[in-house]
């Protein structure tokens, strides 16, 4: 019985608006939207965390080509897609948009590691991976683990500005190991309008009803897109980044310890982007949180729960059009580790100074001083998601 590892990776994150002719874009975006909030809704709710659910997408998409049932199916339902075309039109469209995005830097790797010999891709699949997720490839040892793994490692981390490192451990592939599927997503922009570090000050932050902590909070005033949502009783900003074509929308709830309400109730399948489309333009005084998160996720643990058993399935994982020789494959491993810094410049930020907190003097504020949510977007669709919920012993400043 062979195994086959997948590695989900990313930097920080992303959101991909899609024009493709088989799936209107406006659905592909809901689906993603969807399956995001259920990614999210499963995370660990005990602290900060941080994701992409879009990376995952990128190689469950691709396995999905190379299934039968059951797995085929789930994989569908899962991702909210109807068939194989859809994939290909959605995906390929979806490359073509992260290639073309302007302001920011935004770099989308994927690559299939296979081991080497006679064995090589399913012809159909090897087509699929180069067209439709314009993945690279390479032969390797699987049997000399630690080669192996340096390798898979020093690539995800050169694709990823060296923020990710150590993907694999050294005893994630041995000689029964036939591939490995990654994906690395890289992002970095500048905020539109940037904060002033000056305005950057230790304020009170609840990390529930009952405590606070001081942590570093942003400030700026200026014109923003603002809203709020009823169903969710939270509150939204829209900030945008360096070329208008990427922005973190930040979802605020109304109360302190609103934040897994408003999880549950995305996953459920409420609408957010019906939300987006109700925010409106206007001068707001914006302070959020200065923050850094690192997550590693056992997708092995995560994907079950939302549907996606049978590829874990030794006897009956239905991964049968994957390698171009008949073999029985099954998911032996699947990690996502991801990284992200909020800051002044742009990654994700906010700040206040004492001077100029007066709120009265304007008819908007948006004060995140409680957790939230983070996603960074394009368009309509949401690709990264990240929860901000420091605990008591969050670092200090001069630690961030």
Request: with cysteine.
């Amino acid at each position: 019985m062979w195994k086959l590892c997948i590695a989900f990776i990313l930097f920080s994150a992303l959101e991909v608006n899609s024009t493709q002719q088989n799936m209107d874009p406006k659905i592909f975006a809901s689906a993603v939207a969807k399956f995001s909030a259920k990614f999210c809704n499963e995370l660990d709710k005990s602290k900060s965390v941080v994701s992409s659910p879009l990376s995952a997408e990128f190689v469950l998409g691709l396995l999905a080509l190379g299934t039968t049932e059951p797995a085929h199916s789930q994989l569908l339902k899962t991702l909210g897609i109807a068939d194989d075309n859809a994939i290909r039109s959605s995906f390929a469209a979806v490359s073509s948009k992260l290639k073309a995005i302007k302001g920011v830097t935004l770099n989308v790797a994927n690559k299939v590691y296979i081991m080497e010999g006679s064995y090589d891709l399913h012809p159909e699949l090897k087509k699929d991976a180069v067209k439709v997720f314009d993945a690279a490839m390479e032969k390797v040892d699987f049997a000399a683990a630690s080669a192996a793994v340096k390798n898979i490692n020093d690539w995800v981390e050169n694709k990823t500005n060296k923020k990710i490192k150590d993907l694999l451990s050294p005893d994630s592939v041995n000689s029964d190991t036939r591939l490995v599927l990654v994906n690395a997503l890289y992002f970095k922009g500048s905020w539109k309008e940037q904060f002033n570090p000056s305005h950057t000050l230790d304020q009170p932050f609840h990390v529930n009803a009952a405590s606070t902590i001081n942590i570093p909070m942003m400030y700026r005033e200026g014109d923003y897109s603002i809203g709020h949502s009823e169903a969710l009783n939270a509150q939204l900003l829209d900030i945008p980044y360096l070329g208008n074509e990427a922005s973190m929308l930040i979802v605020l709830p109304q109360e302190i310890e609103g934040l897994d309400g408003v999880l549950k109730k995305l996953a459920d399948g409420h609408d957010l982007l019906s939300d987006i489309d109700n925010m409106h333009q206007t001068k707001v005084q914006v302070t959020i949180p200065k923050f850094k998160i690192e997550t590693e996720i056992d997708l092995k643990e995560l994907l079950p729960k939302l549907g996606i058993n049978a590829i874990f399935d030794m006897g009956n994982s239905g991964l049968t059009k994957i390698l171009n020789q008949p073999e029985s494959l099954y998911v032996s491993k699947a990690v996502q580790k991801a990284f992200i810094e909020v800051n002044e410049e742009g990654a994700e930020a906010a700040a206040a100074t004492a001077g100029v907190r007066s709120r009265r003097s304007l008819p908007d504020a948006f004060v995140a001083d409680r957790p939230a949510l983070w996603c960074l977007r394009l368009g309509h669709t949401v690709a990264f998601a990240a929860v901000f919920r420091p605990s008591e012993h969050e670092p200090q400043r001069d630690e961030l």
